[in-house]
């Protein structure tokens, strides 16, 4: 497709189970950004790829999370351990240009539901 | 933090304008979007002011002051579709789209 595709649309998951969320970004994107999205609030930062670098991962919220991006062009984001508060939707979102200066083409993202 | 700050929920009648504002914080500026978000669905892009002034697309304007730390979204001939969260986000000094919370816009008939 043209878009930005997100697997798996929805995931439950038990407590202290350990997750996968593949995103799949327009094809020569340059920048690939991944944002987690918690039931009436606006997308909250996590991490940032230009290419298969990434840039800024301030924003994660701890050590349990981590994202690669090892051909610049697909992106994972795992959650090791998960916990209550990971419930959230998370959001890919890539750019033909670098950084954030350039329109944000999102997916419909993956909707994390932790038992 | 980027401090943006637009209001929470809106109400209005279809046919009728509004303007959803957003205020950020003016150091480290680059530029200042505009998405619509429809309930379960994906962001989609409306604008993005880097220059002050107002730039105009179809129903929808937006406006920006640099110097005030103020943006304002104007939807006009307001649709029931419209109905939206409508989400301010500020392109700050790392160039990473900082997003507020969202304004949820309804529009009854």
């Known amino acids: 497709g043209a878009g930005v595709s997100q697997s798996p649309r929805y995931k439950v998951a038990k407590r202290g189970q350990d997750v996968a969320l593949r995103c799949d970004p327009i094809?020569?994107?340059?920048?690939l950004f991944w944002y987690q999205q918690a039931l009436g609030q606006g997308p909250e930062f996590l991490t940032y790829?230009?290419?298969?670098?990434?840039?800024?991962k301030s924003g994660l919220p701890s050590d349990r999370f981590f994202a690669e991006r090892p051909e610049g062009s697909v992106s994972t984001l795992k959650i090791q351990r998960t916990q209550q508060e990971d419930s959230a939707v998370y959001l890919c979102?890539?750019?033909?240009?670098?950084?954030?200066?350039?329109?944000?083409?999102f997916g419909e993202g993956s909707r994390l539901t932790v038992l | 933090g980027q401090n943006i700050d637009q209001p929470t929920e809106m109400t209005a009648t279809e046919g009728a304008i509004v303007q959803i504002n957003c205020t950020y914080q003016?150091?480290?500026?680059?530029?200042l979007f505009w998405y619509q978000q429809h309930a379960g669905e994906a962001p989609t892009f409306l604008s993005y002011?880097?220059?002050?002034g107002l730039e105009e697309k179809g129903r929808f304007s937006s406006f920006l002051s640099r110097s005030k730390g103020y943006s304002y979204l104007l939807l006009k001939e307001l649709q029931m579709k419209d109905s939206a969260s409508y989400l301010c986000?500020?392109?700050?000094?790392?160039?990473?789209?900082?997003f507020g919370r969202g304004t949820s816009l309804i529009v009854h008939p």
């Open positions: 986000a500020k392109s700050g000094g790392s160039y990473i789209p900082t």
């Open positions: 002011n880097v220059l002050d």
């Open positions: 790829f230009q290419n298969e670098a990434q840039l800024d």
């Open positions: 003016t150091s480290g500026f680059n530029g």
């Open positions: 094809s020569g994107h340059v920048s």
């Open positions: 979102a890539s750019s033909l240009v670098g950084g954030g200066a350039g329109e944000l083409f």
